[in-house]
Structure formats: structure tokens, C-alpha cells
């Protein structure tokens, strides 16, 4: 085994891709397309570019990137190879991981024997130790993990901290310069000026231009950020650790791609069906227009929690009556994760279908829209060509705003019983697992902190930046 | 007027109908009979007989959609799907599961909601519109926009903190109310201070904000520039005439939730301990008893599809100029 384990890198691996995961492969693509596509087209352009205009836009937007690379990252899943077998081939293992998890490997593997608050030594609990001398005393073991490398060195704990805190700023100052300067240099070869003229400029920022200054800021923090975790959460548990002593700041980085793939998945599956039957309602009336409203009236007048909680019970005891279809409990709760998004969708899409039914019904009426009938272009192409780009806008906004209210809503339902699976990492199990030791004297109060603090940085950014893409599409708000 | 509402009420049969199948689909399709029956008999007493016996009490011994054995119309009426809709269309829910009269349970604890949610739609109501009148008549100053990012970061707290931190801070720091419980009568006004005010404080980013824009869409109209011609102050124009001209929209706005406040609020009835009809609901689905989920997705359809009718009611009733045909 040990001259196994000497032979086999990290990167002996075979993909294993869930079907989340494929449902953001092609979310990325499509969002790639639309840039590509974006690009060449000033009126799609101009929008985009009133945004990141905003100082508040910009900021979030790079924020969002931020968790948006962490999730991303997580969503790269793979098995790793752990033995080789007499013949010489490997031997892969039965759990997958992600990509997400080999870069923070020392936080995932540091697993403490129960709960210890942020930045402790010891364990939450007494325990009994045995001494060298062979008595035994009750009282708070040394952590395995948590500050344990204070042991063979001479500082204490503050000094420790304060030194890989100025370790941490140093470094993460020298790569905001070398960020600065290389942003500056792409700009200056951009713009045809001198790295000097581009340099100024930026610092003393203009009126209609890109927010230099909080692009700088934003990043800054950020790369600190990811240079304070390297320097402090690999020997302390920062955000503490939980009741089986896994490290909170490592769930709370994991929950984020399950609040993404929540956000953004559930519009994705969801739109199409949206998209189609709201402008066919409006489009063609009659009886493809009562039949497409009463499906929509009828589902929407349903409690949509209580039909949400009605399908995951369902798709509960699906699963429970067909073990065979899923091999791991990763796929088991990969699939929850999928039907979840699945349902949320359905419960969600009715808003949507009924603005579109309504811009529809405004836009066939339009002239160039008469226009169009009267040279006998198609049915499929007047939609295709005439009306999906005049509603396109509508569509963005409501995706936008939906995002914020999906995350916060996996959180609830995850309270309710019918959120995620319990096997699955997210901020809805975390604060569901943290409430009931609130009752506890001293009160365990980290995990339930990391995972707010988490999902409030996340919505309020997306909270924002739809606004701002709000403020930019909707018609009626533009100056 | 009448003849409206006798329409609309018979719109929300083919509704009801859809809803029915929907919530049908949901549970019988995947879960059989047999399934449930199983599952409310525990491990040990499954056998044949103790299944077919609790399918026949409970009325579950039928074909699902259609019968063959019977002739004409019984070939549809004699299934479950005929037998239990319809007892929910005349509103008797029947037994739960476990064996309990539901309608009986519903209108017991139909009360401990209503006494959460009015108080919580009242004051959240006079929060909302106070706070939204202030931003609204400071706008454009540091009070309006800092007031509107209040509000944003307001919306972006999840509603499981403002519960949690509420029942923290006010009960186990400050020992001002209980943490959780419910009596009835005058007793239990202590239980109810804490869920209501951590309603209205988790509402008030999100009524803040609509309020605001549906106030500032109000300022800019004419008859507020003729009535500041006249001579008024600002805080006169604010109260006399925008107040009235918005309240149309707030309350139309309001009264479609109305109907709804009978079936209580999911999370805040079960972290209170109170014995509402959210808590009900929360309870069946951790033991899996259909009938009261069913029975309760039907009450909130119907619920929704009144206070869909009285929010058109409203409309005319507050603005004559519209005519319901």
C-alpha cells in the first residue's frame, strides 16, 4: 500500500460527471454563446455596459464571479485512482470528489472528533486524557489539527495569528499590484497609450467609464481573502468545526455550489416551457391561449410549498422504491438535487409565462409584426426572429430576480424535510443540523453563523446586481 | 356584481378539477395503496390481510381512474379518485390516515393561525406603509437611499435567521418572552408578541420597498403638481392625497393574501410550537399522511382562487371606473 500510494498521483483520476453537473456544463456554454453573440451586437452590448458602469454593479458582479469559479470548480467531479492492481492498472476509488476539493484538501481531511469553536485548540467537550504518567484527568483534549503546530513552536497563539496575518497582507498587496499592472498593460495596448497615461487614469477614475478603483478594491479583497484562508484555515478551524468535527468553513465552501446549482438550474430547466407556451399563449389566442392559461391558472393556484413538499415526498418514495438505479448516496442526492430544481421550476415558471403571454399579446399587434404577416413569413419565424428578442429583456430580469429567492429558498425547505438531501452539503442542513444546539451551555453557535454570513453575502450581491440589470433592461426605468 | 362572482365561482370548478388531478397524480401514481397502507401499519403488522383491511376502512380498495368491473357511470364514480375528490368539493376531508377527523382538526386549529397572521398582516401593514412614506417623502436624500439598501440587505437575511436570532435575543438573552408555546385566551398574548414582531420585521424589506416604488409612481403624477400649485405643504400633499391614491394598490394588493391567512405560516408555527394549521401541515408531511397534505392543498386553492375573486371585488369597489361584466 505504501509504495501504492507513492506511485499514484492526485491527478490519476477518471471522470465521474453527475447530472448536475452536465446541467451546468451546459448552462456555462450557453452563457458563453450569449457573450460571443452579445459582443457583436451594440444594442445588446450597451445594456451590459451600463451595468458594470455602476460602482455597486461592478462590485457585486465580481463577487458573484467569485463564488460563481468556487462552484464551478466544485461541479469538475472525479474518482481518484488509490490502488494498483497486480496487473498494473489502477484501482479507482468508489467517492468521487471534485476539483474544489483537491485544492482545499488540507480542510476537508483536517476532521476533529467533534465540535471546537473558531479558532480553538481544544475540543468542545471533556474528555478523559490519560497522562505520561499513567492517571487519568477529565478535561478539554488538544485538537488534532486545530492550532497544532503552536505545540513545537514558540509563539503563542496571537502572535501566530497577527504573523500569518501580515504573511497573508504582503502577499495578497503584491498580487493586487501585479493584478493593477497587468489590467493596466491590457488596457494600454487596448487604447494605443502609455502604461503611465492608462495608470493615471484609472486612478482618478472617469465619469462614464469602468470603476477602476472598486474593480481594484473588489479584487483586492478577495485575493486577501483567498490568502488569509491559505495562511490561517489550514492550521486553524476559522469558522470552528461540527458535531463529527468536519471543518465549517469547508462546508460552508462546498454549500455554495448547491445554492448555485439551485439558483440558476431551476430557471434553466424551467424557461424553455416558459418561454414557449407564454408566447404561444399570446400569440396565437384562442383556444391554444384558454387551454395554456388554465394550465397555468390551475397550477399556480396551488400553495406552491405545499405542492413542492407534495412532489419531494413523492420523489422520496420513488427512490426509495428503486435502490438499484442509483449506485452511490452522492448520485442519490445528486438526483434529489436535480428533482428539487425540477419542481421549484414548475412552481415557478407560471409569473413568467403570464408576462409573456402579455408583451405578446402587445407586441402581435405591433406594425412590424403586421408587417411581417402580410409578406407571409411563417408562424415559427415571426416568433423566432420578431418576438423572442423584444422579450428577451423581460426574461432577464425575472431570472435575475428569481436567483436571490431560490437560494434563500433551499434554506427553508431544507428545514421543512423536503430541501436537499441530508447527505448533501448546503447551508439549509447546516443551519437545520446548527438550531438544535442552540440549547447547548457554552452555545455552539459557529456553524450556524458561517452559513449566514455565507448566504447573505451571496444573495445580497445577486440581490444587487439584479437590480442593476433591472435598472438597465426594463424600459420604463431607462432615462 | 352577482352575476360576475356566480361566474367566476364556476371558472374555479374545471380548477378545482385540475388541481384535484395534479395532487392525485402526485400521490397515487408513484405511491400505491398498498404503498401507504404499509407504511401507516409499521413493519410488524404487514400482512395481506391487515393491508386489504386498512385499504377497505380507509376507502382505498378501489381501481384508481376507472373500474372495470362496474357498468355505465359507476365505472368512474366507484374509484378513488371519484370517491375522494368529490367528498373534498362538498369540503368533508374525511380521516387522515392515522384515523383522525381532518375537517375537525382544521377548525380547531384554524384559530392559533389567525391569531398569528392578522396581528402580523396589521402591524406589518403599518410598519410597511409608515416606513415607505418616510423614504418616500425624504427622497433622493441619504435618509431614502440608505434606507433603500437597509431594505436590500433586509430582503437578503434569510427568514430562518430573523426566527432563530429573535428567539435568541429576545427569549434567552433578554428573558422578555417565552421561546416558544401557545395558550388560549389572554394567556397567550406573551406567545404571540415574538412571532409577530420577527413576521413583520422579516416583511419589512420587501413591503418597504414596494411601497415605495408605488408612492414615488403616485408623486410624479399631475394631481399631485396641481395640489402643490394650490398652495399645500408637502407633508398635507403627502397625506391627503398620495396616502389615499396609494392605499388603492396596497390594498388591492392585500386582500388576495387574505384568504390565505388561514392556512398560517409553515415556519413560524412549528419553531413556536404553535398548534396552527402550519404546523399541521409540517407534522403530516414528517408522517407522510397524504390525506391531510391533500387535503390541505385543496383548502389553499380554493383559498387562493377567493382571494383572487374578492381582489377583483376590491378593484371596483375602490375605483369606480371599473365595471366587472
Same mark, same amino acid.
Given at each position: 500500500m505504501n509504495t501504492a500510494e507513492n506511485t499514484i498521483a492526485w491527478w490519476q483520476v477518471v471522470p465521474s460527471i453527475l447530472w448536475t453537473d452536465w446541467l451546468v456544463y451546459i448552462l456555462l456554454i450557453a452563457i458563453g454563446v450569449f457573450v460571443f453573440h452579445a459582443r457583436k451586437h451594440e444594442h445588446l452590448r450597451a445594456p451590459w455596459r451600463h451595468i458594470l458602469r455602476r460602482r455597486l454593479a461592478m462590485s457585486s458582479c465580481i463577487i458573484l464571479l467569485?463564488?460563481?469559479?468556487?462552484?464551478?470548480?466544485?461541479?469538475?467531479?472525479?474518482?481518484?485512482?488509490?490502488?494498483?492492481?497486480?496487473?498494473?492498472?489502477?484501482?479507482?476509488?468508489?467517492?468521487?470528489?471534485?476539483?474544489?476539493?483537491?485544492?482545499?484538501?488540507?480542510?476537508?481531511?483536517?476532521?476533529?472528533?467533534?465540535?471546537?469553536?473558531?479558532?480553538?485548540?481544544?475540543?468542545?467537550?471533556?474528555?478523559?486524557?490519560?497522562?505520561?504518567?499513567?492517571?487519568?484527568?477529565?478535561?478539554?483534549?488538544?485538537?488534532?489539527?486545530?492550532?497544532?503546530?503552536?505545540?513545537?513552536?514558540?509563539?503563542?497563539?496571537?502572535? &501566530?495569528?497577527?504573523?500569518?496575518? @501580515?504573511?497573508?497582507?504582503?502577499?495578497?498587496?503584491? /498580487? $493586487?499590484? =501585479? #493584478? +493593477?499592472? *497587468?489590467?493596466?498593460?491590457?488596457?494600454?495596448?487596448?487604447?494605443?497609450?502609455?502604461?503611465?497615461?492608462v495608470l493615471l487614469r484609472m486612478w482618478r477614475g472617469e465619469k462614464e467609464g469602468v470603476p477602476w478603483k472598486t474593480v481594484f478594491t473588489t479584487l483586492g479583497c478577495i485575493v486577501l481573502l483567498i490568502y488569509l484562508s491559505k495562511e490561517l484555515a489550514t492550521v486553524y478551524h476559522v469558522f470552528g468545526t461540527d458535531k463529527v468535527g468536519q471543518d465549517v468553513f469547508y462546508l460552508t465552501l462546498k454549500s455554495i455550489r448547491t445554492g448555485l446549482v439551485i439558483g440558476t438550474l431551476t430557471t434553466l430547466i424551467m424557461l424553455p416551457f416558459a418561454i414557449m407556451l407564454g408566447i404561444m399563449a399570446g400569440y396565437f389566442r384562442g383556444?391554444? &391561449?384558454?387551454?395554456?392559461?388554465? @394550465?397555468?391558472?390551475?397550477?399556480?393556484?396551488?400553495? /406552491? $410549498?405545499? =405542492? #413542492? +413538499?407534495? *412532489?419531494?415526498?413523492?420523489?422520496?418514495?420513488?427512490?426509495?422504491?428503486?435502490?438499484?438505479?442509483?449506485?452511490?448516496?452522492?448520485?442519490?442526492?445528486?438526483?434529489?438535487?436535480?428533482?428539487?430544481?425540477?419542481?421549484?421550476?414548475?412552481?415557478?415558471?407560471?409569473?413568467?409565462?403570464?408576462?409573456?403571454?402579455?408583451?405578446?399579446?402587445k407586441l402581435r399587434e405591433s406594425d412590424y409584426i403586421q408587417a411581417a404577416q402580410a409578406f407571409g413569413v411563417s408562424n415559427f419565424k415571426i416568433i423566432t426572429r420578431h418576438i423572442l428578442p423584444n422579450v428577451m429583456h423581460i426574461v432577464l430580469i425575472l431570472v435575475v430576480l428569481d436567483f436571490s429567492g431560490l437560494v434563500l429558498a433551499e434554506a427553508?425547505?431544507?428545514?421543512?424535510?423536503?430541501?436537499?438531501?441530508?447527505?448533501?452539503?448546503?447551508?439549509?442542513?447546516?443551519?437545520?443540523?446548527?438550531? =438544535?444546539?442552540?440549547?447547548?451551555?457554552?452555545?455552539?453557535?459557529?456553524?450556524?453563523?458561517?452559513?449566514?454570513?455565507?448566504?447573505?453575502?451571496?444573495?445580497?450581491?445577486?440581490?444587487?446586481?439584479?437590480?442593476?440589470?433591472?435598472?438597465?433592461?426594463?424600459?420604463?426605468?431607462?432615462? | 356584481m352577482l352575476a360576475y362572482i356566480t361566474r367566476r365561482l364556476f371558472y374555479a370548478i374545471p380548477i378545482l378539477i385540475g388541481v384535484n388531478l395534479i395532487t392525485f397524480a402526485l400521490f397515487f401514481v408513484v405511491n400505491t395503496p398498498d404503498n401507504i397502507a404499509r407504511l401507516q401499519l409499521g413493519v410488524k403488522n404487514v400482512?395481506?390481510?391487515?393491508?386489504?383491511?386498512?385499504?377497505?376502512?380507509?376507502?382505498?380498495?378501489?381501481?384508481?381512474?376507472?373500474?372495470?368491473?362496474?357498468?355505465?357511470?359507476?365505472?368512474?364514480?366507484?374509484?378513488?379518485?371519484?370517491?375522494?375528490?368529490?367528498?373534498?368539493?362538498?369540503?368533508?376531508?374525511?380521516?387522515?390516515?392515522?384515523?383522525?377527523?381532518?375537517?375537525?382538526?382544521?377548525?380547531?386549529?384554524?384559530?392559533?393561525?389567525?391569531?398569528?397572521?392578522?396581528?402580523?398582516?396589521?402591524?406589518?401593514?403599518?410598519?410597511?406603509?409608515?416606513?415607505?412614506?418616510?423614504?418616500?417623502f425624504f427622497r433622493g436624500t441619504y435618509i431614502d437611499v440608505s434606507g433603500v439598501i437597509t431594505g436590500v440587505v433586509l430582503i437578503s437575511i434569510s427568514a430562518l435567521f430573523y426566527i432563530i436570532g429573535g428567539q435568541y435575543i429576545m427569549s434567552k438573552l433578554w428573558h422578555l418572552v417565552p421561546i416558544s408555546g401557545y395558550s388560549e385566551g389572554i394567556a397567550?398574548?406573551?406567545?404571540?408578541?415574538?412571532?409577530?414582531?420577527?413576521?413583520?420585521?422579516?416583511?419589512?424589506?420587501?413591503?418597504?420597498?414596494?411601497?415605495?416604488?408605488?408612492?414615488?409612481?403616485?408623486?410624479?403624477?399631475?394631481?399631485?403638481?396641481?395640489?402643490?400649485?394650490?398652495?399645500?405643504?408637502?407633508?398635507?400633499?403627502?397625506?391627503?392625497?398620495?396616502?389615499?391614491?396609494?392605499?388603492?394598490?396596497?390594498?388591492?394588493?392585500?386582500?388576495?393574501?387574505?384568504?390565505?391567512?388561514?392556512?398560517?405560516?409553515?415556519?413560524?408555527?412549528s419553531f413556536f410550537g404553535i398548534p396552527g394549521l402550519g404546523s399541521y401541515t409540517i407534522d403530516a408531511i414528517h408522517a407522510q399522511d397524504f390525506a391531510i397534505v391533500r387535503a390541505m392543498v385543496f383548502l389553499g386553492s380554493v383559498l387562493y382562487i377567493i382571494g383572487l375573486i374578492l381582489t377583483d371585488i376590491s378593484y371596483t369597489l375602490v375605483d369606480p371606473r371599473i365595471r366587472l361584466a
Open positions: 467569485a463564488f460563481a469559479t468556487i462552484g464551478l470548480l466544485d461541479s469538475v467531479h472525479f474518482r481518484q485512482a488509490v490502488d494498483v492492481r497486480e496487473d498494473g492498472s489502477l484501482r479507482y476509488s468508489n467517492e468521487s470528489v471534485s476539483l474544489f476539493d483537491q485544492l482545499v484538501l488540507p480542510l476537508k481531511k483536517n476532521t476533529e472528533k467533534t465540535y471546537s469553536a473558531p479558532f480553538a485548540t481544544h475540543l468542545y467537550s471533556k474528555e478523559n486524557i490519560e497522562l505520561a504518567d499513567g492517571s487519568v484527568i477529565r478535561d478539554y483534549p488538544l485538537l488534532k489539527y486545530g492550532g497544532a503546530h503552536l505545540t513545537d513552536s514558540s509563539l503563542g497563539m496571537s502572535e &501566530d495569528i497577527q504573523a500569518r496575518i @501580515i504573511t497573508a497582507s504582503w502577499q495578497a498587496a503584491l /498580487s $493586487v499590484v =501585479l #493584478i +493593477v499592472l *497587468a489590467l493596466a498593460s491590457w488596457q494600454a495596448v487596448k487604447r494605443k497609450q502609455q502604461l503611465g497615461c383556444w391554444i &391561449d384558454d387551454v395554456i392559461q388554465y @394550465i397555468y391558472t390551475t397550477l399556480s393556484s396551488i400553495p /406552491s $410549498v405545499l =405542492l #413542492i +413538499v407534495a *412532489a419531494v415526498l413523492m420523489i422520496q418514495v420513488l427512490i426509495d422504491n428503486n435502490p438499484d438505479a442509483f449506485t452511490t448516496l452522492q448520485q442519490r442526492a445528486d438526483v434529489k438535487l436535480l428533482a428539487l430544481c425540477f419542481i421549484l421550476g414548475i412552481t415557478s415558471w407560471t409569473g413568467l409565462c403570464r408576462l409573456l403571454r402579455g408583451e405578446s399579446l427553508v425547505l431544507s428545514y421543512v424535510g423536503v430541501g436537499v438531501d441530508p447527505s448533501m452539503i448546503s447551508w439549509g442542513n447546516m443551519i437545520n443540523g446548527a438550531r =438544535l444546539e442552540m440549547a447547548r451551555e457554552p452555545i455552539v453557535w459557529w456553524s450556524l453563523m458561517a452559513a449566514f454570513i455565507f448566504m447573505l453575502l451571496l444573495v445580497l450581491t445577486a440581490n444587487l446586481f439584479a437590480d442593476a440589470v433591472r435598472d438597465a433592461f426594463d424600459p420604463r426605468l431607462r432615462k | 400482512t395481506p390481510e391487515a393491508i386489504q383491511k386498512w385499504k377497505a376502512n380507509h376507502g382505498y380498495d378501489k381501481p384508481l381512474l376507472y373500474n372495470e368491473n362496474k357498468t355505465g357511470r359507476e365505472a368512474l364514480t366507484e374509484t378513488i379518485f371519484y370517491t375522494k375528490s368529490v367528498r373534498l368539493f362538498v369540503f368533508d376531508f374525511g380521516l387522515s390516515d392515522e384515523g383522525r377527523d381532518i375537517s375537525h382538526d382544521i377548525s380547531q386549529r384554524m384559530w392559533p393561525s389567525l391569531a398569528i397572521a392578522i396581528p402580523s398582516l396589521i402591524v406589518g401593514l403599518l410598519v410597511n406603509i409608515s416606513l415607505s412614506m418616510l423614504l418616500a397567550g398574548f406573551k406567545f404571540l408578541i415574538l412571532p409577530v414582531i420577527i413576521a413583520v420585521v422579516g416583511g419589512v424589506g420587501s413591503g418597504t420597498r414596494w411601497y415605495r416604488t408605488i408612492f414615488l409612481e403616485e408623486i410624479n403624477k399631475d394631481y399631485v403638481r396641481t395640489a402643490r400649485a394650490k398652495g399645500l405643504s408637502e407633508l398635507k400633499v403627502l397625506f391627503r392625497h398620495i396616502l389615499k391614491n396609494a392605499m388603492i394598490p396596497i390594498l388591492t394588493g392585500v386582500v388576495v393574501i387574505i384568504p390565505l391567512l388561514f392556512m398560517g405560516s409553515l415556519l413560524t408555527e
